[in-house]
């Protein structure tokens, strides 16, 4: 007779089939969370929120070249010529110089910042576009007029499926195409800020998201850089102000609020 404590072939083959049921379960499990960890600290390419640098580097990268200085001295008569009206490619030398309607530039950013917990890691989700148009209208030191605008559609983050659910459940663009802040109460910078200065002043305004419109106050900064102005700030956006459901799916939680932040420069309108 075989021993009792001898194992048949047949009683071992359920074990060892569960054994591998479990070593795989582990294994998915490994593989996931090592998948999240890797988007989450080496894929997710969600840049820093926008700051003082930024702006400066906007400006910069949109300063038009300018045409070399030339002797307008007569050679002949030895009589100095006649300096060139300030116009296009030069840079405003007085407050008054700054008077006048601009437009928003390609080198302008406006979009969202939100945190994410995916599956317990933290993570940034952040989508941006340049495709903004509007008018900032300045008499003097004040800003009269600041009317925004950005197409929902045209904000993208460093994922497809986020941009898919941005464009889609979350702010509804086929309905509500269109992001906007006006401007309600001049902005009195008290001084056009020149070369490296910067001014931070309160804007009051109206910000429209999802086709609800809130008046909010955030205080933005201001530099002129070579014929260019620009504008940043950041405001505070609670998601239910807006009629905005918790953006939360599937493994991918997020807090009830988020930021809109912005650079936006300004040349001047044709």
């Known amino acids: 007779m075989p021993d009792d404590e001898t194992t048949s072939p047949d009683q071992k083959s359920p ?5 591998w049921i479990l070593i795989g379960a582990v294994g998915i499990v490994v593989l996931v969370f090592g998948a999240i960890l890797l988007y989450a600290f080496v894929l997710n390419d969600s840049p820093d929120e926008l700051d003082a640098g930024d702006l400066a580097d906007a400006l910069v990268a949109t300063t038009p070249e300018t045409t070399p200085s030339v002797d307008t001295t007569s050679e002949v ?22 008077d006048g309607d601009w437009v928003p530039t390609e080198a302008s950013e406006f979009g969202y910042r939100v945190e994410e917990v995916l599956a317990g890691v933290n993570t940034t989700a952040v989508g941006r576009s340049n495709q903004i148009t509007g008018l900032l209208t300045i008499e003097g030191t004040t800003a009269t007029t600041v009317d925004v605008e950005v197409q929902i559609d045209s904000i993208e983050s460093d994922s497809s499926l986020r941009d898919n ?6 702010m509804n663009a086929a309905e509500f195409p269109t992001a906007t802040f006006v401007l309600t109460e001049p902005i009195d910078f008290g001084a056009i800020p020149v070369g490296d200065e910067t001014v ?3 804007a009051t305004g109206e910000l429209t998201l999802r086709g609800v419109t809130n008046t909010v106050t955030v205080d933005v900064t ?23 459901d ?5 493994q991918v939680r997020t807090e009830d609020e988020g930021l809109v932040e912005f650079v936006l420069v300004f040349e001047r309108a044709a």
């Not at 659910?165 to 979350?170: K, L």
């Not at 201001?222 to 905005?244: C, H, K, M, N, W």
């Open 77 to 98: 008569t030895g009589e100095a010529g006649t300096a060139p009206a300030n116009g296009a490619g030069t840079a405003p030398e007085t407050a008054t110089d700054f």
């Open 246 to 250: 918790n953006p939360s799916f599937g």
């Open 222 to 244: 201001a530099q002129t850089t070579d014929g260019r102005i620009g504008v940043l700030g950041s405001i505070p956006v609670v998601f239910a102000d807006y009629g905005i």
């Open 165 to 170: 659910q941005f464009t889609g459940r979350i």
């Open 200 to 202: 931070t002043v309160p």
């Open 15 to 19: 074990r060892r089939f569960l054994k």
